[in-house]
């Protein structure tokens, strides 16, 4: 950052390029926390790997820290398919919620959000044979939200593929697609074919 106020001359100019606000630059350099979004911006201005920077982040206020994935992987891809097709980031607090009824979905989902955030999700049966699978991380919900756009308070009609599955091998995408369809396919009892429903078009075009 030093070095792009050498080639600016001003902290103003630096904060217009990196277009971040004046007032957070100047907190990063009396090393102050920054906030994981304004992060992003200046570290991709700059071309440098997130992956190498970025290895744990937290929210403002708590000491539960979460690991970040930046690479997509199989394990990645089926955990954004369950939240996708069955999954929600609610607004009014900080949970995660995927409400499902098969034990082997669940059992997935649990030991994904282990290895790959180290959080731990908290099953919770609700009524008969239907289970609630909750995290509770106001972290892991930010960085969904700026990675992945999979923001509080999302709703069906605004779901959507997240770019970095649609540029992703075959093995990737089949994974997301498997957890997907498991959460709101169906094998269709006319037809020989799976089908999958869903209210956003653009969900449903991109598949």
Do not use: H
Request: contains cysteine; aromatic residues 12%; hydrophobic residues 35%.
């Amino acid at each position: 950052m030093k070095k792009r106020k050498k080639e600016l001359k001003t902290w103003k100019k630096v904060s217009e390029f990196y277009e971040v606000p004046l007032n957070i630059i100047k907190g990063v350099l009396d090393k102050q926390s920054i906030n994981f979004y304004y992060l992003k911006k200046i570290l991709e201005k700059e071309k440098i790997s997130l992956e190498k920077v970025i290895k744990e982040i937290k929210c403002k206020n708590s000491r539960k820290r979460i690991k970040v994935v930046w690479r997509m992987t199989k394990e990645l891809a089926r955990f954004l398919g369950y939240l996708i097709s069955e999954g929600s980031s609610l607004k009014s607090s900080n949970q995660i919620r995927f409400p499902c009824s098969s034990k082997e979905m669940i059992k997935d989902f649990v030991k994904i959000s282990r290895k790959l955030f180290n959080v731990k999700a908290k099953v919770l049966k609700y009524k008969r044979n239907c289970y609630d699978v909750i995290i509770y991380s106001k972290a892991l919900q930010k960085y969904l939200e700026i990675v992945f756009g999979f923001y509080k308070g999302i709703n069906a009609e605004n779901k959507k593929v997240p770019y970095q599955i649609l540029t992703s091998s075959n093995i990737v995408v089949s994974n997301f697609l498997s957890s997907l369809i498991d959460g709101d396919g169906y094998i269709s009892k006319d037809k020989i074919c799976l089908e999958y429903t869903t209210k956003s078009r653009e969900l449903a075009n991109s598949i």
